[in-house]
């Protein structure tokens, strides 16, 4: 089974809590972690509309806290921590499932 993080990124806040909670239990710097969120806005598009947004993007240094033996629950940190409920881990064959029934997330695995 591969494992997989699913990031539903039209609700990310940018807390910043998922680098936090990775750079804390890996003793890393906060924009050095295995997680960085990226903010691309805040910018005015066509029809009065706004570009704000926060992504949650894993860098090479996420190991999914070693396969969430590590973690709290059996969850990465990044996820167990993540305050807008954003990230979920697990298979990725399920979790790819979910990308066909809402069009703003990303999955991510390990190679």
């Known amino acids: 089974m ?9 609700f990310c806040t940018g ?21 960085v ?3 691309e806005g805040a910018w005015e598009m066509a ?13 090479d240094v996420c190991d999914q806290c070693a ?7 059996g969850a990465p940190m990044c996820v167990h921590h993540c305050q807008a409920d954003v990230l979920r881990m697990g298979d990725a064959e399920e979790l790819a499932k979910e990308l066909v029934r809402k069009p703003k997330q990303l999955l991510y695995t390990l190679a």
Request: glycine residues 8%.
């Open 15 to 35: 807390c910043h809590t998922c680098e936090i909670a990775c750079a804390v239990s890996h003793d890393l710097p906060n924009d050095r972690a295995g997680v």
């Open 67 to 73: 396969g969430a033996s590590a973690a709290h629950d």
């Open 2 to 10: 591969t494992v997989g993080i699913l990031v539903d990124y039209e």
């Open 37 to 39: 969120v990226h903010h």
């Open 47 to 59: 029809n009065g509309k706004w570009q704000d947004t926060y992504l949650p993007v894993f860098t």
